[in-house]
């Protein structure tokens, strides 16, 4: 079936603007998640999303990020006057939380979004 | 202190070679652990889960031991093919969910 897609691929735009980053996760998944990886470097938790609610938003790096989820299926991390630190990639990545053994269950990533703020 | 670490690397090793890699965490409210594999410019994929009784997956080892709170990857007979980054994975409890927490990942190269 089909895997977490992710729109754009790329993105390049200009410091103070504003992105908006998408994520289709795998149907009937529960959870997904947005991490944020620079390059060279680990992924960085940022939101995770139990249905469309978000238990944990103690990643988000400052009050310029903000994500929603709707329907339980699709993700938007939209990222306010974007500076050239937010230059990354952006990967998200769902789960189907099997009831008894989430805590096993695999995560399943998209490609990523690559953004550059010039 | 970070709350996944491992050694970045490079580790640099000849075709068949076996090689370790370690990842220590922090919070021993930890639940369970995973590696993950990253291809360059790629998403990370699992590579396998970390059972506390240890598990194999053909030349893939991995152990866990929560009483030093580290977890390991033992791969044999190394393969160019297994040329990436290793990602160890500690999943944390969070609001009736678990918060899978990366660590920053160890660089393999396997040379001819």
């Known amino acids: 079936g089909a895997g977490v897609s992710q729109s754009p691929s790329n993105k390049v735009t200009e410091k103070g603007k504003d992105v908006e980053l998408r994520c289709d996760p795998i149907s009937g998944h529960t959870a997904l998640y947005w991490y944020r990886q620079r390059l060279g470097q680990g992924l960085e938790f940022l939101i995770y999303?139990?249905?469309?609610?978000?238990?944990?938003k103690s990643g988000l790096p400052s009050d310029r990020f903000s994500a929603e989820r709707t329907g339980e299926s699709v993700s938007t991390l939209t990222i306010q006057r974007t500076q050239q630190e937010d230059s990354a990639v952006y990967l998200c990545?769902?789960?189907?939380?099997?009831?008894?053994?989430?805590?096993?269950?695999?995560?399943?990533f998209g490609p990523g979004t690559r953004l550059t703020v010039l | 202190r970070k709350e996944v670490e491992q050694d970045p690397g490079p580790f640099n090793v000849p075709e068949g070679a076996t090689v370790a890699f370690n990842c220590t965490y922090s919070?021993?409210?930890?639940?369970?652990f995973f590696w993950y594999r990253q291809d360059c410019r790629k998403e990370p994929k699992l590579l396998m889960s970390v059972y506390s009784s240890g598990n194999e997956d053909g030349r893939f080892t991995a152990q866990l031991n929560r009483a030093s709170q580290y977890i390991s990857l033992l791969i044999r007979d190394s393969k160019l093919s297994d040329s990436a980054t290793y990602l160890c994975v500690v999943n944390l409890a969070s609001g009736g969910s678990y918060i899978p927490t990366f660590g920053r990942g160890t660089s393999l190269i396997v040379h001819p």
């Open positions: 999303f139990q249905g469309n609610s978000a238990p944990d």
């Open positions: 990545a769902s789960r189907p939380i099997t009831s008894g053994r989430a805590r096993l269950d695999e995560q399943f």
């Open positions: 919070n021993s409210a930890s639940q369970s």
